[in-house]
Each structure stands twice: as C-alpha cells, then as structure tokens.
C-alpha cells in the first residue's frame, strides 16, 4: 500500500530543474526522476516548466505540486503494484491529449516510482517486475549504442547531425562490448587531442567529443580508425542520430553549407552507408516528412536499421501509422515522451509485435537514476542508447546493466544481444 507521495524539484546534468518523486511503503522509500530532451521531437507529451524568473523559466514547481497536490491525494492508499490501473488514474485526472493538464514530467516521476515501489513490495529485481508488467518474452542484455562524437544541438551547433555512435554488437557478453566501446573512446580522445588539441576532448551533453570537423564522412572516418586501432574492425559497427526535424526548414534539410530535399538526404545516406559499417539511423528525416521515410526504408531499410525517434514520439498511434505506411523498422522508446510506463509498454509491444527493433533510449538531459537499464532488459529489448561512457548520469545506466548481467549469469540466463540482432 502507498502510505505516501512525496516530490521535489532536483537537477538534471544540465543545470536544469527537473522533478523526483518518493513513494514510500511498508518497504521504504522508492525514487525516480525524470530525464529531459533538447531536440524533443514537436508530437512530445508536454514537460511542464513554471516559466517565470527562477531558473530562467525552467522552474518544475508547479509540476511538484501537480504531484503533491493533485496526483498523491488519489493514489495514497492504493496497492502500487497496480501499475496499469494507477496510471489510468493519472491519464484520468490529467484528461488532455499531451498531459499538459498536470505535466508529462510529473506523470512520468511518479509512474516511474509506482514501478520501483512495486518491485520492492513483491521483493524482485526491477528488471524482473518489469519483465512481468510487459510480460516479455525473452530477455537480453542489450547492445549500447554510445554516442562519441556530438553534433547538433547537444554540442552548441546548428544544421548538423547530432550523434554518430559506436555499436559493440559482435560479442558475448555484455561487459566484454561495454569494454571495447570504452577502449575505442580513449583511443578517439588521444586521437582528436594529437590531431585538435586538448580543447577538442571536452564534451558535450551525452558525453561525447566534439571536435572541430563538420564533414561527417570525416567524422566516420575518424571512428573507424579508432575502431580499428583498437582492435575491433569487424566487431563494432556505427549508429547515426541525425535529429533531422532540427534543420528542417519548410521542406529543405539544411546540412551546413548545403540545402538538400529527402531524396538527396536518403542519396546522403546511402553514401555513408555504402562507405561504412553503419547499422543504424535514428530520425534521418524529419518528424512530419512521411513521404521521405517511406522512400527512406524502402531504400534502405533492408540494409540498415531506420528508427524512428521525433517521429514516433513513443506514441502507439504514430506507431500504427508507420507501421501502415511502412515508414521505418525501429522504435526509439524514450518514456518521457510519452508520459506513463503502461503507454511505454504498449508502445514497445506493439513494435515488437511487428517485428520492429526497440531502441531504449536516455535523453540529453539526465539525472543518475539508471532506470532504464532495468526497463531495457525488462521489456525485452536488444538495444540501448545511454550516450558515451562519461559523464556518471550516463554510465549509471551502463553501471546498472553490469549488475543486471552478473545476476542474470548466477541464474544461467545471461545473453548479449549482439547475436540476435
Ligand atoms: P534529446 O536527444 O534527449 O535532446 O531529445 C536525444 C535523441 O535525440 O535521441
Ligand atoms: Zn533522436
């Protein structure tokens, strides 16, 4: 039973106030607390920020009282481990199409901490409980896609591709690929501080460089020889996030100096891909260019893991239309943008139902809570992406994913992704 509901404005890794939420039971007290994104994709559910002089707007007071005021009264006294039927009640009280009523990032706080009171109650790993609420069927430790080089927004910088990204996949164990990500991102630092200086070695949002190059072919070209100095080649493959809706600009993809439509972006990809060992693009065109994702996946979609991101927005109705138009193979999950832990399972269900790849993803903004690490091996998913191997609000997650791996080894059940993919 939750004997009470307690939240708080804290900070995220940026600076910025985000919100966290404590339920307490007979078993103590169970946390969490909400991530948040800078290229949040338009379709998002609302985070709710108090916009006055505090933290220049970026204040979650009124997303705090949401919780305390609103929201504790009504489940205080209820069984947490009802996860479905409590977040029905918060969709209920909030009763807007993008809970802009009480805030997604109140809604999340506290769906997120239902869970974490509900494992503790019924004495089981998070990951465990989670894999009963989604009722998955197979469990994995999943392959990071880790983010080294940043663009884009995350790094200060307009009209460029956001992430490029490092996937350990041919491995056999989780700790085994986790290790060689980290080997390549020393051997890309040593790289880019004999190449830039020491400067080209600070990092940005997620964790990775961001050295002076703007062709992102040379980009690659500087992963790939990291990958191969680190004695790789072969095993680890590379992962795009473009965040294209961030320099789409009234039908014109915007990349640097050039101005191209979706078919000279997909011919652009089609580049890359034809020169590297790329496996994944997340959001390679833009939320609301259909069309161009539909051509996008039928060209390369065979080849090449196409995730949707901005475009899905974790949303099972959007969901169901690419799933009809046959706009991309991938969901990238990201639980905030959409705002409770059932409507992520169902997001994540139905993509898994339609053979599509799920993603679990961090945002750009984060707190240490590694939450998603249980909820990437609890639903079932192969693939994660946490950022680099920096910064502690990222390697929380990987950290986690240790833990979970050595507990899954003592039963037996311990299986890296990488061969299932
Ligand atoms: P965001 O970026 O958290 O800033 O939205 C992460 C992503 O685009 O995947
Ligand atoms: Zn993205």
Sequence with gaps: MIESIRARQILDSRGN????????????????????????????????????????????????????????????????????????????????????????????????ALARAG????????????????????????VPQMNVLNGGKHAGLKNDIQEHMIMPIKFESYSEALQAGCEIYYILKDMLKQKFGARATLLADEGGFVPPIENVSERLELIDKAIEEAGYKGRVYMALDSAASEFFYENTYVLGEEELNSGQMIDFYKGLVESFPIFSIEDGLAEEDWQGWQELTSKLGSKVQIVGDDLLVTNVERIRKAIELKACNALLLKVNQIGTLSEAIDAAKLAFQNNWQVVVSH???????????????????????????????????????????????????????????
């Design 17 to 112: 106030p985000t919100v966290e939420c404590e339920i307490r039971t007979k078993k103590g007290i169970a946390r969490a607390s909400v991530p948040s994104g800078a290229s949040t994709g338009s379709f998002e559910a609302l985070e709710l920020r108090d916009n006055e002089k505090a933290f220049r707007g970026k204040g979650v007071l009124k997303a705090v009282e949401n919780i305390n005021k609103v929201i504790a009264p009504k489940l205080v006294g209820k069984d947490p481990t009802k996860q479905r039927e409590l977040d029905g009640i918060m969709l209920k009280l909030d009763n807007s199409p993008n809970k802009s009523k009480l805030g997604a990032n109140a809604i999340v706080a506290v769906s997120l």
């Design 119 to 142: 494992s503790l109650l019924k004495e089981k790993q998070l990951f465990e409980y989670l894999a009963e609420l989604s009722e998955a069927k197979e469990m994995f430790l999943p």
């Design 363 to 421: 945002r750009s903004g984060e707190t240490c809570d590694p939450f998603i690490a249980s909820l990437v091996v609890g639903i079932g998913a192969k693939q994660c992406k946490f950022g680099a191997p920096a910064r502690s609000e990222r390697n929380a997650k990987y950290n986690q994913l240790l833990r979970i791996e050595e507990i899954l080894k003592e039963q037996g059940k311990a299986r890296y992704a990488g061969k299932f993919l």
